[in-house]
């Protein structure tokens, strides 16, 4: 079946160097993605998106990528705060239907 | 605050318990989700309600049972659950049904025992 999945399921950083979490979608034609933040005790938080029609979209301290000869996304946290540990899921749309695919999510810890 | 709100936040209950999730949205969104997530898995879809009509049914055992009464709530009425439903269980909102992003409540934490 089609999943969506995420490379490093653990992912720890030094506060203020740059984190890169990966994703490996496997939807050719899926042509939206997000990335979720999900904190400890709480539910995804929407981080950034991206079209297929992108390779690349930047917002505050966050960018993602979209590599679609791959099928790969990233997102790029900068200057990694204690904040931004958390689980980072993607998800990918296909057309035509309103239904995400989410992967298992990466733990990024931040150390200090 | 995402203003997706579920309540309870925690719930412990036998397999002959019969209980309710809530869930309100402050958005004036007009799709409503319930996900279910259990460790180590990705989110899986359950319901989907738009203006109030369930568009969804993701294969759901019917001892699930959701309910939407109006646009900005929705229910999850569970009865005699079995121990490997025990999971997060995840409300989500959108303006709609297409392609819009789901804005998610902080989740009831259910335990089958």
């Known amino acids: 079946g089609e999943s969506v999945g995420l490379h490093l399921p653990t992912l720890s950083v030094q506060e203020g160097d740059n984190s890169i979490i990966n994703c490996a979608y496997s939807n050719s034609a899926s042509d939206y993605f997000i990335w979720y933040k999900q904190e400890s005790g709480k539910g995804p938080q929407f981080i950034i998106d991206?079209?297929?029609?992108?390779d690349k979209r930047q917002g505050q301290r966050v960018t993602v990528l979209l590599n679609k000869t791959v099928k790969h996304l990233s997102l790029q946290i900068a200057a990694t705060q204690p904040g931004d540990s958390a689980v980072y899921f993607c998800a990918e749309n296909p057309p035509g239907t309103y239904k995400y695919i989410f992967g298992t999510g990466t733990r990024l810890k931040v150390l200090a | 605050e995402t203003g997706v709100t579920q309540t309870p936040r925690h719930l412990v209950m036998g397999m002959t318990n019969k209980k309710s999730l809530k869930c309100e949205q402050h958005l004036g969104h007009n799709a409503m989700y319930w996900y279910k997530q259990s460790a180590k898995k990705p989110l899986e879809l359950m319901f989907v309600?738009?203006?109030?009509?369930?568009?969804e049914n993701n294969s759901v055992p019917s001892r699930f049972s959701p309910e939407c009464p109006n646009s900005s709530h929705l229910f999850l009425h569970l009865h005699t659950l079995q121990p490997e439903d025990s999971a997060l269980y995840l409300c989500?909102?959108?303006?709609?049904?297409?392609?819009?992003?789901?804005?998610f409540g902080p989740g009831t934490r259910l335990l089958v025992l």
């Open positions: 309600y738009s203006l109030e009509e369930r568009v």
């Open positions: 989500a909102s959108s303006q709609g049904q297409g392609r819009e992003t789901q804005y």
């Open positions: 991206i079209r297929s029609n992108m």
